[in-house]
């Protein structure tokens, strides 16, 4: 499937996953003291995630691939990592920043930093002759992949008002 179909469905996705999720600030929205935003926003904020993070990806490919060549050869392979890596993190990220919202600033460097890690590590394992045919990334290049992805879920939470700095 070449690439602009990709990106155009994984755009379509976000969106999708946008309006499903109801993202934004949720100031006065439940009255129930115990009632848990955060699992209802979970599939939705989930997708998104998935879908910011795979555009990135795909990004890092089209640029990477120019100059090493075995990065576009295993396009697909680090695009499933990723995947799989988010499956991961996902669920225990959301759980964190949920458990620790009361102390916001740490709970966001605590749940993100355990999400850089996993997919780091998920990426760099499956990608180290499981899935490619030799080693396509370094941990370091695994570790800078999952800090760019995850600054750019971050950053889309931060400007759709679903994630706050402090």
Known sequence: M???YVFAIIAVLALAAVSF????PKHGR???PGYFAFYEDFLGAALLTVCIEL???GAYILYMGKK????AKNAKALLAAV???NIISLPLVYLVSGVLS???LFAMLFAEGMAVAIEAAVVFVLLDGRWAKKRVLSFEE???LSILINAASYGAGLLLGRYYLF
């Open 102 to 104: 009361g102390v916001c």
């Open 83 to 85: 995947f799989v890596g």
């Open 30 to 32: 439940y009255e129930d």
């Open 55 to 57: 555009a990135v990806v």
């Open 142 to 144: 695994a570790l800078v």
């Open 68 to 71: 090493k060549p075995e990065i």
């Open 21 to 24: 999720a109801d993202i934004g």
């Open 2 to 4: 070449k690439s602009k």
